[in-house]
């Protein structure tokens, strides 16, 4: 299994809080953890889901309560922050799709 090494030496952040237990990264520093090719993958396409599923909520108009309760449900399914593990799930899954989407 391949392992993946983000930049060593620099100081993590966490994330920053957005009502109740949902958090949202604005993450400045790479994560130094290392990580399986499978991880990476798996941990990009549940945020791809979380964003997919934002955008589609907007594109259909719901707002408010329907719109929170909508997302928070696929958060909770995809992106769940109880522990240490999955914040440091977030803060990587936040790099890799900077990293897929970056434009040169």
């Given at each position: ?8 030496g620099?100081?993590r ?8 237990d949902?958090?949202i990264s ?9 990580i ?7 941990w990009a396409m549940?945020r ?11 594109v259909s108009g719901?707002?408010g ?7 928070d449900s696929?958060?909770?399914q995809?992106l769940?922050?109880?522990s240490?593990?999955d ?6 899954s936040h ?5 897929a989407?970056c434009?040169p």
């Amino acid at each position: 299994m391949e392992a993946l090494t983000s930049t060593k030496g620099k100081r993590r952040e966490e994330p920053s809080m957005m009502g109740g237990d949902l958090f949202i990264s604005s993450y400045q520093i790479p994560p130094t953890e290392e990580i399986t090719i499978e991880q990476f993958q798996d941990w990009a396409m549940n945020r791809i889901r979380v964003l997919k599923e934002i955008d589609n909520a907007k594109v259909s108009g719901i707002v408010g309560k329907q719109y929170q309760d909508r997302i928070d449900s696929v958060v909770r399914q995809y992106l769940s922050l109880k522990s240490e593990e999955d914040v440091q799930r977030d803060i990587i899954s936040h790099f890799v799709l900077r990293l897929a989407f970056c434009k040169p």
